[in-house]
């Protein structure tokens, strides 16, 4: 078996954060830094910003509505150069 194959751990490594908040956790590193903690996190803070999806459903139906009042356009068949050939042969 091999010896030192893990990597040291530190039962009191520092977490630093952007917003100034410190605390201890267990890691492999002795100082992490992080951009955001569980102290400035807005879902944690109450300061989540919900993005409102509602109108989704009624956008989709005014359009379908719109294209059904609309003319159709007679589509275009596209024949095979094959059977052009043997139309005319």
Known sequence: MKTDAHPTYYPEA???CAC???FTVGSTKKEIS???CYN???FYTGKEKLIDTAGRVE???AR???AAA???KAKKVRMKKQETKK???
């Open 20 to 22: 100034g908040n410190e």
């Open 59 to 61: 956008k989709f139906k």
């Open 70 to 72: 609309m003319p159709n």
């Open 64 to 66: 379908k509505e719109k």
């Open 87 to 89: 139309e005319v042969a």
């Open 40 to 42: 400035c996190h807005p």
């Open 14 to 16: 520092k977490v630093r």
């Open 34 to 36: 992080v951009e955001i």
